[in-house]
């Protein structure tokens, strides 16, 4: 099956810090999405982008299909921005549904 | 907003019973999922369904069944369960995902199984 690998595992930052979150993986894919999962376990989808790039306020990503890799921008970052961020893709040929990263955890700090 | 309802936010079972995990979504999805999630392997898939009657076998399905009769419901069945099945169990549902286009994937609660 297909590979997906994020970096970093995990991520700790000061309120109002930027980062960038990575989601490499190992064959062609159709559909891309993004998600937050909170400190109370629930799973919430930020974006569904397979390619180009997307913003919804602090937070874009960018997809580069052709080069196999995400990626997840959160600017000035708030302590609600804590969690998980998981990358999920779905394999150009097979079957249709997401196989899911291990995950990013993030922590901000006030 | 797409709901997907999971019945039970915690429960324990003991070794060897039958477990049933239900899972209901109101927006008319084609589309439902059933993943586990474990402390350092993210989301596995263990079944899936486009539509009623219908299921796939995901990544790990050994030891789960899984019954749609309804549009709205998915239900994961574990036919006897084991302590190795301890696990968080998010249910998901989307739009049918065609050919040229795909719709975001959205997830219940989760439910906590113990199984001891």
């Known amino acids: 099956g297909i590979q997906v690998e994020q970096s970093p595992p995990d991520l700790i930052l000061q309120e109002g810090a930027n980062s960038t979150l990575r989601c490499n993986f190992s064959?062609?894919?159709?559909?891309l999405q993004w998600f937050h999962q909170n400190p109370w376990g629930q799973l919430i989808n930020l974006f569904y982008?397979?390619?180009g790039t997307k913003q919804n306020g602090r937070l874009s990503a960018t997809t580069v299909a052709t080069e196999r890799y995400s990626l997840l921008y959160i600017s000035s970052s708030q302590t609600t921005d804590s969690g998980v961020y998981f990358c999920?893709?779905?394999?150009?040929?097979?079957?249709?549904?997401?196989?899911f990263g291990s995950g990013t955890r993030l922590q901000v700090q006030p | 907003d797409v709901k997907v309802t999971q019945s039970s936010r915690y429960l324990v079972k003991r070794t060897g019973e039958k477990v049933f995990l239900e899972c209901v979504q109101d927006?008319?999805?084609?589309?439902m999922f059933w993943y586990r999630q474990d402390p350092g392997l993210g989301l596995r898939l263990i079944y899936f369904?486009?539509?009623?009657?219908?299921?796939e076998k995901g990544d790990i399905p050994e030891g789960y069944s899984v019954s749609r009769e309804k549009k709205e419901r998915f239900s994961l069945i574990l036919e006897s369960a084991s302590t190795n099945q301890t696990s968080m169990y998010l249910c998901?549902?989307?739009?049918?995902?065609?050919?040229?286009?795909?719709?975001?994937?959205?997830f219940g609660n989760g439910t906590r199984l113990t199984v001891t």
């Open positions: 982008i397979p390619s």
């Open positions: 369904s486009y539509d009623v009657k219908m299921k």
């Open positions: 927006m008319d999805h084609e589309n």
């Open positions: 999920a893709v779905e394999r150009r040929t097979g079957r249709r549904a997401l196989t």
């Open positions: 998901a549902s989307s739009r049918r995902w065609d050919s040229w286009s795909r719709s975001p994937l959205h």
């Open positions: 064959d062609s894919v159709n559909n």
